[in-house]
């Protein structure tokens, strides 16, 4: 996975630290610079906060997730070091970046070859989660609607979802036989409107 250090900056790429939470500004920053850049993202299902709940999301106490993207490495940066004329000094202190890998003093190359296969694993910009590898709804599947007009009303699957979360579009939905004061009402939902039982 990671070279052996040496000097020859042109080969490879190099792992810098932003400070704090400034991913952007050091990315923003180093592109300025001209410095190649490579900042992998992740597809991946996070709990949706409480405070972006509707009420009845929260009276329900069932756990919300939604598809997000967010950094594979936070706070990590690859980025290649020896085609710019700019002094390191100078662009680590503007890009807010606070230091380099590094083995013993020298800082450690990782090789083009594994940049390469992360890219080789990305879809539509960002490589998938480990965390859910499918998302499933059954023909059948008995849910509760979470979120708009019918939430806290049970359905049931009419038209399900079988898919690779990193193949998740934002136009996806499931068809559910919402149950409406006694009569079966058929809606399309998104998949992050229901929860299964």
Same mark, same amino acid.
């Given at each position: ?25 050091? !990315? ?26 509707? !009420?009845?999301?929260? #009276? ?24 710019? #004329? ?23 190359? %990782? #090789?083009? @070859? ?7 694993? @990305? ?7 480990? @965390?859910?590898? #499918?998302?499933?709804?059954? %023909? ?20 399900? !979802? ?5 193949? !998740? ?17 058929? %809606? @399309? ?9």
């Amino acid at each position: 996975m990671l070279a052996t250090p040496d000097r020859n900056w042109n080969e490879g790429y190099y792992v810098v630290r932003s400070i704090g939470k400034s991913d952007q500004h050091a !990315l923003d920053w180093l592109r300025r610079f001209r410095v190649e850049t490579y900042y992998p993202m992740v597809l991946e299902m996070k709990k949706v906060p409480k405070k972006l709940l509707s !009420l009845s999301q929260r #009276r329900s106490g069932i756990e919300i997730k939604k598809p997000q993207i967010a950094p594979l490495f936070p706070r990590y940066i690859f980025a290649r070091l020896g085609d710019t #004329r700019y002094s390191w000094r100078e662009i680590m202190t503007t890009a807010s970046i606070g230091g380099m890998v590094c083995e013993g003093d020298m800082p450690i190359k %990782v #090789r083009s @070859e594994l940049i390469e296969r992360i890219r080789a694993r @990305e879809n539509n910009g960002a490589v998938a989660g480990c @965390e859910t590898v #499918r998302t499933m709804f059954q %023909v059948g599947d008995g849910v509760t609607v979470t979120d708009g007009p019918f939430a806290s009303f049970p359905g049931i699957v009419e038209r399900g !979802l079988d898919r690779p979360i990193e193949d !998740l579009d934002p136009q996806d939905r499931i068809k559910v036989a919402v149950n409406i004061f006694g009569r079966a009402t058929p %809606v @399309e939902l998104e998949i992050w409107q229901v929860s299964k039982h």
